[in-house]
């Protein structure tokens, strides 16, 4: 099993829709979840980050986490042509030998079309 | 703004060179991380620091070697270049500030290992 799962998509919707992108962790023991965006050519950027369970809101942009579940999720409302990219789930390690250590997902690319 | 320079962006070897990729940060960051990234597979790490003279093995650690002798200044090495080590390569630094933690990228190397 993969430490971090997303289902790598394509994910495409029309303009204006809500994107809605999942994520699943292996370590019951993170406390720390991020959201980074990776336009096409370019280096990841920093969406989004949550560590509580709940809603985080952010503009267009709801992070959910449910730690029982080790499950997190990104929404993305309204959502426009400009959204279109690879967006990557990172958990970072609790402790031990994974203190420290931030592991990505697959990424999953989505697909906004007008 | 941070700034984490890669010393290549395109870098063409022959397999059993010995290759050295040059990460270079300006705010001062405690951690830094080598990853790879390839179609499907999403960032792996390669190896993390938290502190200067200090490693730590990622997920895919073999075939590479790092150095960090200054704070600022993060080598990867690849010791004997094989085809498989063909890939984009993403240097990044961080901060953290409680469990919150932001990583800044480099614009990645492009290796070809031929």
């Known amino acids: 099993q993969k430490e971090v799962e997303q289902n790598s998509g394509p994910l495409s919707v029309p303009e204006g829709a809500i994107a809605s992108l999942n994520c699943t962790y292996s370590d019951r023991g993170s406390q720390s979840f991020f959201w980074y965006r990776q336009y096409s050519g370019k280096s990841p950027e920093l969406i989004m980050f949550?560590?509580?369970?709940g809603d985080k809101e952010d503009g267009r942009f709801t992070a959910q986490l449910n730690k029982a579940s080790q499950y997190v999720s990104l929404l993305i409302r309204d959502s426009q042509p400009s959204d279109s990219a690879t967006y990557l789930c990172a958990v970072r390690g609790a402790g031990g030998t994974s203190y420290g250590k931030l592991t990505f997902g697959q990424g999953t690319i989505l697909t906004v079309h007008p | 703004d941070v700034k984490v320079t890669q010393s290549s962006r395109y870098l063409v070897k022959r397999t059993g060179e010995k290759v050295f990729l040059e990460c270079v940060q300006d705010?001062?960051?405690?951690?830094m991380f080598w990853y790879r990234q390839d179609p499907g597979l999403g960032l792996r790490l390669i190896y993390f620091s938290y502190d200067v003279k200090m490693k730590e093995k990622g997920d895919i650690p073999e075939g590479y070697s790092v150095s960090r002798e200054k704070k600022e200044r993060f080598s990867l090495i690849l010791e004997s270049a094989s085809t498989n080590q063909t890939s984009m390569y993403l240097c990044?630094?961080?901060?953290?500030?409680?469990?919150?933690?932001?990583?800044?990228f480099g614009s990645g190397t492009q290796l070809s290992v031929l």
């Open positions: 990044a630094s961080s901060f953290l500030i409680g469990v919150a933690e932001k990583l800044f």
């Open positions: 705010m001062d960051h405690e951690n």
């Open positions: 949550i560590y509580s369970n």
